[in-house]
């Protein structure tokens, strides 16, 4: 993608910003690390918890040589081509005809091809999964709700298919908290709905909210359509595979429900409840719905009508630049305070902007001030917070909000660090070293 050549006119020289802060001495970081247990499935064992998951759909009806849509998503999800691969082998071996569709509401820019390529940043193409992917935005409107008289609508080429499966990682949604969050229903309700279903689930989710809104549709889609189940996924604190479960339609929501539980013990978070500035590297549509994940930063200033989470607290947060396979989507740059110029220059408006448009959050697409540089950005953000002392100011920088195992800290976390036996302490602090301006030590993927 080209860079926005208009960045470089949106952000603040370096110079201007330490004028105007003055020459502020910057905290020293270490490195600290996380200390999870965890029990992610290998890498060889991935086939054979995808048969039994195959094993559990309701394929009873389905003819022989009947054609299978499997939903896929634009998250970043582990190990999701060769689960696909996996499913769309043991559907052929058993006599089935699978192909793919993408399930991922308005992402790609609201079109097929963009769509398509999406999923190809995650490693899912024809050659990579052995079938035919389908991507187009054409729906079908399956039935009406009830008393609302909403439309409900579903991938056309999915609503042809003798038998509909979903694949998708359950886990604590960015926007609202209920029953059923991100996972199996959502991905019927919004991912397969295309830009048409997304823009009018989140535009009835005004009034109506989520957390009612998406059961009692994902509802009336099992009903008019031959979802035969789904292939639920769960990731550890470490974002690797932990449990690949097959969940016939008939237990939909209530097994959905408790594997949304076992999410909310197994996500990652930052593991300090008060911080007074965290510089993320990198923000994007495959990291999170909102770019930074609202249940990590403590932030949903955008959502419709919900409450923030309790924590944590920050002060101020700067992010330096977007993911590859955002392809420009900076849904959710306004949860940040501060941006570096690469956010700007690697942004896509338009893609951008239909995303926000789709989901009704156009606050969050709100450009924060643009800065020049990583010394300006902390320069600006420790300027803003009060009295800043070295030896207590708590500053985090990790990749992510997805990737939080280990984390660059200052002096005052890496002290609590070393008193805590969920944390462990990998470098000791040292002087923040700038390459041109830029940050140049980095965390290891």
């Known amino acids: 993608m080209e860079r926005n050549q208009s960045a470089s006119e949106l952000s603040v020289p370096e110079a201007t910003i330490v ?56 998250r970043g999800i582990d190990n999701v081509p060769e689960i696909v691969a996996a499913a769309v082998s043991t559907l052929e071996d058993r006599g089935y005809d699978p192909f793919v569709f993408p399930a991922m509401g308005s992402h790609g820019g609201a079109t097929g091809e963009g769509q398509a390529e999406m999923l190809a940043e995650l490693g899912v193409t024809e050659s990579s999964i052995g079938c035919e992917i389908r991507s187009s935005m054409d729906v079908v409107e399956v039935g009406r709700t009830p008393e609302r008289d909403v439309p409900v609508v579903a991938d056309a080429h999915a609503a042809g298919a003798d038998a509909i499966v979903p694949i998708n990682r359950v886990k604590p949604h960015t926007d609202f908290d209920g029953a059923v969050e991100s996972g199996l229903s959502k991905m019927l309700v919004i991912g397969m709905g295309k830009q048409r279903g997304a ?87 495959d990291i999170s719905g909102q770019g930074l994940d609202t249940n990590v930063i403590g932030r949903r200033a955008f959502a419709i009508n919900e409450p923030a989470p309790d924590e944590p607290t920050i002060k101020r947060i700067y992010t330096r630049g977007l993911t590859a396979a955002t392809h420009g989507n900076a849904m959710g740059v306004g949860s940040a305070d501060l941006i570096h110029e690469d956010v700007v220059a690697e ?99």
């Open 199 to 285: 823009k009018i689930a989140h535009e009835w989710a005004v009034d109506w909210s989520f957390r009612n809104m998406i059961p009692e549709i994902a509802g009336q889609l099992l009903d008019a359509l031959p979802v035969v189940g789904g292939i639920a996924l769960l990731e550890d604190q470490h974002d690797e595979t932990t449990l690949i479960e097959g969940v016939p339609p008939s237990g939909f929501l209530d097994r959905e429900r408790e594997l949304l539980e076992r999410a909310y013990d197994v996500m990652p978070t930052l593991p300090f409840s008060e911080l007074d500035v965290v510089v993320f590297d990198r923000q994007g549509k």
């Open 347 to 445: 942004l896509d408006a338009e893609t951008t902007l239909i995303n926000a448009l789709t989901a009704s959050t156009v606050r969050g697409v709100r450009l924060p001030p643009v800065v020049e540089s990583d010394r300006a950005g902390l320069v600006a953000a420790l300027s803003t917070i009060g009295v800043v002392d070295l030896e207590t100011v708590r500053v985090v920088r990790a990749r992510d909000t997805m990737h939080l195992a280990r984390f660059f800290a200052s002096e005052a976390l890496i002290e609590e660090a070393r008193q805590r036996a969920d944390l462990r302490v990998v470098e000791e602090a040292t002087p923040i070293e700038f390459d041109d301006g830029a940050l140049s030590a980095s965390l290891a993927d």
């Open 19 to 74: 004028d105007a802060c003055g020459d502020l001495d910057l905290p020293k970081l270490g490195v600290v690390e996380q200390v999870w247990e965890t029990d992610p499935i290998p890498a060889a064992a991935i086939d054979a918890h995808v048969e039994s998951a195959v094993d559990a759909l309701e394929l009873d009806d389905v003819p022989a040589g009947g054609e299978i849509a499997l939903g896929v998503g634009s």
